[in-house]
């Protein structure tokens, strides 16, 4: 069992159809974070998210855009994406300390 | 910037036998470093972490690191490697800023365990 939660696991989209990816953390934690994990390339920081507040973009095209309503809830959504976009997008959250808590990720793949 | 280097891409180890997984990192202050492992399908687990103190630290399932400041490595041991070991290990440098942490991972190095 996670403390972070990721929804859906599996997203096929075509390149033209807008979706979003959940991500909720049970952990108490103040801080949320997305990462892009592509094959045969390192963990890629997509975004941070500090008590709701974003501190972090990693120059993410604008097709990808995040939303954090509260410290538990994050979102990814995404429109018009391209097939190199297509990879496992992860969630993370952590507590003052800093060691990340990752959920079990949403593989998308784009048509 | 930091960075993470993880040399070996994959490694074959028979079960039973020890484990090391090396990582060496580039980073300019005393650095936050972490180890994680990832299964198949599965998102990413924290195994151990380095923040400061004692050089040796121990992790869940019997993992432990060695912290070398003078060779900017933080590898990775296991005494003695069992099947359920085979996943990916990611070490990753740590940047915490004020509430949060910037994570730099490593590529990853593939454990295979053979009977």
């Known amino acids: 069992e996670t403390g972070v939660t990721q929804t859906p696991r599996h997203l096929v989209m075509g390149m033209t159809n807008k979706k979003s990816l959940k991500c909720e953390q049970h952990?108490?934690?103040?801080?949320m974070y997305w990462y892009k994990q592509s094959a045969k390339k390192p963990l890629e920081l997509m975004f941070v998210?500090?008590?709701?507040?974003?501190?972090e973009n990693n120059s993410v095209p604008s097709r990808f855009s995040p939303e954090c309503p509260n410290s538990s809830h994050l979102f990814l959504h995404l429109h018009t994406l391209q097939p190199e976009d297509s990879a496992l997008y992860l969630c993370a959250s952590s507590p003052y300390t800093g060691e990340l808590f990752f959920g079990e990720g949403s593989r998308l793949t784009v048509l | 910037a930091q960075s993470v280097t993880q040399p070996d891409i994959h490694i074959t180890v028979s079960e039973g036998a020890s484990l090391e997984l090396r990582c060496n990192y580039s980073y300019g202050a005393t650095p936050y470093l972490f180890w994680y492992v990832q299964s198949p399908g599965q998102g990413l687990q924290l195994l151990l972490k380095y923040f400061s103190g004692d050089t040796l630290v121990q992790g869940i399932k019997g993992f432990e690191a060695e912290f070398k400041r003078s060779q900017s490595s933080f590898n990775l041991r296991k005494p003695s490697v069992h099947w359920s070991d085979a996943a990916e290990y990611f070490c990753?440098?740590?940047?915490?800023?004020?509430?949060?942490?910037?994570?730099?991972f490593g590529t990853g190095t593939r454990l295979l365990v053979s009977p």
């Open positions: 952990l108490g934690h103040n801080a």
């Open positions: 990753a440098v740590g940047v915490m800023n004020t509430g949060f942490q910037k994570l730099v």
């Open positions: 998210y500090n008590f709701k507040e974003q501190t």
